[in-house]
């Protein structure tokens, strides 16, 4: 395990090759995203993680959308839509 600073990114704390979402900042602008786009709100990142690593909040903004229209299709088929 690598010791690291709190908010020390993965190059900052080592040079080993990095991988998907491996750093807090990743994730929590993942978790930015997704909320935004839970939320319905215009997708420009506001936090410092956010606007650090935009294309994984791009990512959760879209996983967000995929969501919704993933849950409207399910109970559109469980309440019988369309009739």
Request: proline share 6%; no cysteine; net charge negative.
């Amino acid at each position: 395990m690598t010791e690291r600073d709190i908010g020390q990114s993965d190059d900052e704390a080592h040079d080993l090759p990095t991988e998907f979402l491996d750093d807090t900042s990743d994730t929590h602008a993942a978790w930015f995203g997704f909320v935004d786009g839970l939320k319905g709100v215009t997708p420009s990142p506001t936090r410092k993680e956010s606007m650090k690593e935009p294309h994984y909040y791009q990512l959760g903004y879209f996983g967000a959308y995929l969501s919704k229209i993933a849950a409207v299709a399910w109970f559109g088929v469980e309440l019988g839509w369309p009739t």
